[in-house]
């Protein structure tokens, strides 16, 4: 069964420590999303990556935030330093792009992060 | 530039009646609209999308949606809630050439009532 696999399911950190979420996407998948959930700001786009490319971090806060994927089956999303406001729920998604967009991304489980 | 306006932040609603979760859309290229649902605690799946042909798109448990070019809108609909369909459901646009980039409206969270 394929699924998106994340880790850590549950994060708790005092602020100014560093947090690192890993992510190991659908084998064969070559788009790889982050996204960050909040009750007050929805679903947000933080970064992808096509072909273990980075496409678009616009949506990240750079001066802290960073994502990369070393290889295929391992993308990461690193906070340095951590502040409270960065607590949420972030989820890893991938999907297949072969040049006709299907739409189907396909969700991990989400890593709940909370900084103290 | 996307985006998605989902203009009910909340639905109650008993079982076994109908219920609408509207979507609205802004976007100055052709698009694919899509909704997903997210049980607690959970990620979120995909329920049905529109890419091209029928305007009118079914999932497999009941659930249905419209695409109207003209309103601009991708409403969700099912004649007869369970409780089970009790989750949050997001409404998504993406568009050619996009990589699958999903841009997400706010979410309405349905709830279904005994």
């Known amino acids: 069964d394929a699924r998106v696999t994340q880790t850590p399911r549950h994060k708790v950190t005092e602020m100014g420590q560093e947090v690192t979420m890993r992510c190991q996407p659908i084998l064969g998948h070559n788009t790889v999303f982050w996204y960050r959930q909040t009750m007050m700001q929805g679903l947000e786009l933080l970064a992808y990556f096509r072909n273990r490319a980075p496409l678009d971090d616009s949506g990240m806060p750079k001066d802290r935030f960073s994502a990369e994927m070393p290889d295929a089956t391992l993308a990461t999303l690193k906070i340095q330093p951590s502040e409270p406001r960065d607590s949420a729920v972030y989820f890893c998604?991938?999907?297949?792009?072969?040049?006709?967009?299907?739409?189907?991304?396909?969700f991990g489980e989400g890593s709940r992060l909370t900084v103290l | 530039a996307q985006s998605v306006t989902q203009l009910d932040s909340q639905v109650p609603v008993f079982e076994e009646a109908p219920v609408e979760l509207r979507c609205n859309y802004s976007s100055s290229v052709s698009v694919y609209l899509f909704w997903y649902v997210q049980y607690p605690n959970q990620g979120l799946q995909l329920l049905l999308k529109?890419?091209?042909?029928?305007?009118l798109v079914k999932s497999i448990n009941g659930f249905e949606a419209e695409f109207n070019k003209s309103q601009t809108s991708f409403h969700l609909r099912k004649p007869s809630v369970h409780i089970s369909d009790t989750a949050e459901y997001f409404c998504a646009v993406s568009f050619s050439g996009g990589y699958n980039k999903l841009i997400f409206g706010a979410g309405t969270r349905l709830a279904v009532h005994p």
């Open positions: 998604a991938s999907g297949l792009d072969i040049g006709q967009n299907t739409g189907e991304l396909f």
């Open positions: 529109y890419l091209s042909g029928s305007t």
